[in-house]
């Protein structure tokens, strides 16, 4: 099930585009892929209103507990769960919000997603980590290690599947922007240093990111946020934790 027909988004031209003020398009520019609206960011389209808030909606309306659920996702490693462990392991009972949160994610032929989606997904919710903390985490999940050398490297797959989930990019457009991004150098992936370049000082997608992981009246540090994640909500370690984040003194 799709989060976008299970959530009804509003249509740019009956709703004030926060994404839009932020990034400096005005609302008129947007454009449906489908029944989506999207707006265009040099080679990207993202969703108009991340998905993401929207997901973050639907887990904090339904109480996700605190705790530690330890569910095995492991840097470089998919681990595939079905929407039972899914709902299980989050907590979660009412069968539309649990199809609806699940089906946020990318599913195999066979109905299973990737934990390390779901992990990246929660430590964008947890509001707690800096843009650095969060594309590093990013990086560490889906970066694949080398037959020669220490370095992992981030290939068009993993970057693909990241943008997706954080900014809502079709995957064939963020397969093309990595091709490019790889252009400069002699390697079909991405290091660290390459993606956070991107990520966090790129003129054009610096911004991108830093408006779609930063909902609007969310601050650092804060301990109620609306868009963002609340006090109860989890914080989805790289070594396949997810932890309740530790209460923050103002």
């Given at each position: 099930m799709n989060l976008q027909k299970f959530l009804l988004l509003p249509s740019p031209s009956s709703h004030s585009c926060s994404s839009c003020r932020a990034l400096g398009i005005p609302a008129t520019e947007c454009e449906f892929v489908g029944s989506l609206p999207v707006i265009v960011v040099g080679r990207l389209k993202v969703a108009l209103e991340p998905q993401l808030w929207e997901l973050g909606k639907v887990l904090r309306?339904?109480?996700?507990?605190?705790?530690?659920?330890?569910?095995?996702?492991?840097?470089?490693?998919?681990?595939?769960?079905?929407?039972?462990?899914?709902?299980?392991?989050?907590?979660?009972?009412?069968?539309?919000?649990?199809?609806?949160?699940?089906?946020?994610?990318?599913?195999?032929?066979?109905?299973?997603?990737?934990?390390?989606?779901?992990?990246?997904?929660?430590?964008?919710?947890?509001?707690?980590?800096?843009?650095?903390?969060?594309?590093?985490?990013?990086?560490?999940?889906?970066?694949?290690?080398?037959?020669?050398?220490?370095?992992?490297?981030?290939?068009?797959?993993?970057?693909?599947?990241?943008?997706?989930?954080?900014l809502g990019s079709p995957h064939p457009a963020a397969t093309a922007l990595h091709a490019e991004l790889c252009q400069a150098g002699s390697s079909q992936g991405l290091s660290l240093c390459q993606f956070q370049n991107f990520s966090l000082h790129d003129p054009l997608y610096g911004k991108l990111f830093s408006t779609y992981l930063r909902p609007p009246h969310t601050s650092r540090g804060t301990s109620q946020t609306p868009n963002a994640s609340s006090p109860g909500s989890p914080t989805a370690l790289a070594n396949g934790t997810v932890q309740a984040p530790k209460q923050k003194g103002d």
């Open positions: 309306k339904a109480g996700l507990s605190p705790g530690y659920v330890d569910i095995g996702a492991e840097p470089g490693r998919s681990r595939m769960i079905s929407q039972e462990e899914f709902a299980r392991q989050l907590q979660l009972s009412d069968p539309q919000t649990v199809a609806g949160a699940f089906g946020y994610f990318q599913q195999d032929t066979q109905g299973l997603v990737d934990f390390r989606d779901v992990a990246l997904a929660l430590a964008a919710l947890d509001g707690g980590r800096s843009l650095e903390e969060l594309t590093h985490l990013a990086f560490e999940l889906f970066a694949e290690e080398q037959a020669e050398g220490p370095d992992h490297l981030l290939y068009k797959d993993g970057f693909s599947t990241i943008l997706h989930l954080l």
